[in-house]
T-cell receptor
Framework: GAVVSQHPSRVICKSGTSVKIECRSL??????MFWYRQFPKQSLMLMAT?????????EQGVEKDKFLINHASLTLSTLTVTSAHPEDSSFYIC?????????????????FGNGTRLTVT | DAKTTQPNSMESNEEEPVHLPCNHS???????IHWYRQLPSQGPEYVIH???SNVNNRMASLAIAEDRKSSTLILHRATLRDAAVYYC???????????????FGKGTKLSVIP
C-alpha cells in the first residue's frame, strides 16, 4: 500500500531555534499534501494544504511566516517551525493523496505519516 | 462543511463485535462517509468509506442508513490492536489540484477489554 514517511519521529529543540520536518511519499506521487497538528487529547487540526509548485494555503489562525511549507517535488513536502516556542510543542502529522486518485479524490483515502513529536524546551 | 457527531468513548470486550455510530444529519448528496482510526502515538489510518450502499473490506464493515443521516462502523471481532480513536469524516473543502480536505472531529475512543 501507499506509504508516507515522516522524519524525524521525535525532536527536541531549544526555544528560538527552527526545526524542519520532512514528509515523503515513498511509492507514489502526491501533488497535494496536508499538514496537521495535534495537541494532547485533542483531534487533528488542519494547518495547511500544500500543492507542489505553488504556495501553501494556510488555515485561519496559522501563521504562514512561522510555519514554512515547501513542496518542491511530487514526493516531498517540508514543514519548518521557525523560532519555536514551548507552545509549539505538539504532534505534527502530514498526509498525502496519491495522484492516481485525483480523479476520484472525494472518495479516495488519504495516506498519513506516523507523525513527528516536537518538544520545545 | 457537514458535521458529524460521535460518542466520546466506547468499550468492547475482546473477540466481540463493535458497532461505532456516527450521526451526520446535514450530509449532502455527494458527500462520502469516511472512517479513519488513530492508534496511540501514530498517524491516522484509513479504515473504510462509502456513499450509499453498505461496504465491507478486510478491516471492517460500514452500514449506512437509508436516509444517509447516520452510519455505523462495524468491527466484527474486536482485538486489542483495535483500541484506537475512530473518526467519522465527511468530505471537506476542495483543496485544489483535484484534492479535498478531511476535517477531523473528536472521534470515538474505543477501549478493548481483554
Amino acid at each position: 500500500g501507499a506509504v508516507v514517511s515522516q522524519h524525524p519521529s521525535r525532536v527536541i529543540c531549544k526555544s528560538g531555534t527552527s526545526v524542519k520536518i520532512e514528509c515523503r511519499s515513498l511509492d507514489f506521487q502526491a501533488t497535494t499534501m496536508f499538514w496537521y497538528r495535534q495537541f494532547p487529547k485533542q483531534s487533528l487540526m488542519l494547518m495547511a494544504t500544500s500543492n507542489e509548485g505553488s504556495k501553501a494555503t494556510y488555515e485561519q489562525g496559522v501563521e504562514k511566516d512561522k510555519f514554512l511549507i515547501n513542496h518542491a517535488s511530487l514526493t516531498l513536502s517540508t514543514l519548518t517551525v521557525t523560532s519555536a516556542h514551548p507552545e509549539d510543542s505538539s504532534f505534527y502529522i502530514c498526509s498525502a493523496r496519491d495522484n492516481r486518485d485525483r480523479g476520484s479524490s472525494y472518495n479516495s483515502p488519504l495516506h498519513f505519516g506516523n507523525g513527528t513529536r516536537l518538544t520545545v524546551t | 462543511d457537514a458535521k458529524t457527531t460521535q460518542p466520546n468513548s466506547m468499550e468492547s470486550n475482546e473477540e466481540e463485535p463493535v458497532h461505532l455510530p456516527c450521526n451526520h444529519s446535514t450530509i449532502s448528496g455527494t458527500d462520502y462517509i469516511h472512517w479513519y482510526r488513530q492508534l496511540p502515538s501514530q498517524g491516522p489510518e484509513y479504515v473504510i468509506h462509502g456513499l450509499t450502499s453498505n461496504v465491507n473490506n478486510r478491516m471492517a464493515s460500514l452500514a449506512i442508513a437509508e436516509d444517509r443521516k447516520s452510519s455505523t462502523l462495524i468491527l466484527h471481532r474486536a482485538t486489542l490492536r483495535d483500541a484506537a480513536v475512530y473518526y467519522c469524516i465527511l468530505r471537506g473543502a476542495y483543496s485544489g489540484a483535484g484534492s479535498y480536505q478531511l476535517t477531523f472531529g473528536k472521534g470515538t475512543k474505543l477501549s478493548v477489554i481483554p
